[in-house]
């Protein structure tokens, strides 16, 4: 079954406590993304990805790193989680350019 | 100013109405637009996608898009309590590698 998945789907941690949240992708995607979802916000973009070694800030980048060493995974790592980082994590991929998104779960992510 | 505003609502209709949702944006380069429902605890999936202006029809939804108001709408049709989701325009300029998402607007067709 194609999809992208997300683990975890439920994080509770501590303030500066690094954590990775992974993302991987079977539909030999190019492009792939990480938004955060905030009520009253919508989905903001963090990073996203064009290729394998190819990445680029989206428009709430602070705070995060990505890295995308393999076509399928498109890991968010969170150095030293904030409260201010509590929020619903969506990571997307897609073919590439003027292309259909296809969203993960989600992870429930909450930064005490 | 956001680059996309939405009205959240919530919305509410009764089975067999028609829906007309709506977004205003303030970038001019913007020249994809899309349309994504998100039903609750699950991500967002694709529902209509337009490029530039104009109208674009797929059974019940249209999607209109006036570039020239920055004004973009989705219109839902003989609505039905499958329906009831929130839904999330998205934009992107011709690079089409960062996309703006709207608040969303929660929808609720009541039966």
């Known amino acids: 079954e194609a999809q992208v998945t997300q683990n975890p789907r439920y994080l509770i941690t501590v303030t500066g406590k690094k954590l990775t949240v992974t993302c991987s992708q079977n539909?030999?995607?190019?492009?792939m993304s990480w938004y955060r979802q905030d009520p009253g916000l919508g989905l903001r973009q963090i990073y996203y990805?064009?290729?394998?070694?190819?990445?680029d800030k989206g428009d709430v980048p602070e705070g995060y790193k990505v890295s995308r060493k393999e076509k399928r995974n498109f890991p968010l790592i969170l150095e030293s989680p904030s409260p201010n980082q509590t929020s619903l994590y969506f990571c997307?991929?897609?073919?590439?350019?003027?292309?259909?998104?296809?969203f993960g779960p989600g992870t429930r992510l909450t930064v005490l | 100013q956001k680059e996309v505003e939405q009205d959240p609502g919530p919305l509410s209709v009764p089975e067999g109405a028609i829906v007309s949702l709506n977004c205003t944006y303030s970038?001019?380069?913007?020249?994809?637009f899309m349309w994504y429902r998100q039903y609750s605890r699950k991500g967002p999936e694709l529902l209509m996608y337009?490029?530039?202006?104009g109208n674009k029809e797929d059974g019940r939804f249209t999607a209109q898009v006036d570039k020239s108001s920055k004004y973009i709408s989705l219109f839902i049709r003989d609505s039905q309590p499958s329906d009831s989701a929130t839904y999330l325009c998205?934009?992107?300029?011709?690079?089409?590698?960062?996309?703006?998402f709207g608040s969303g607007t929660k929808l609720n067709v009541k039966p």
């Open positions: 997307a991929s897609s073919l590439g350019l003027v292309s259909e998104q296809f």
């Open positions: 539909m030999n995607h190019e492009y």
């Open positions: 990805s064009m290729n394998v070694e190819v990445t």
């Open positions: 970038n001019s380069a913007f020249q994809y």
């Open positions: 337009t490029y530039s202006s």
């Open positions: 998205a934009m992107s300029a011709d690079n089409f590698n960062k996309f703006y």
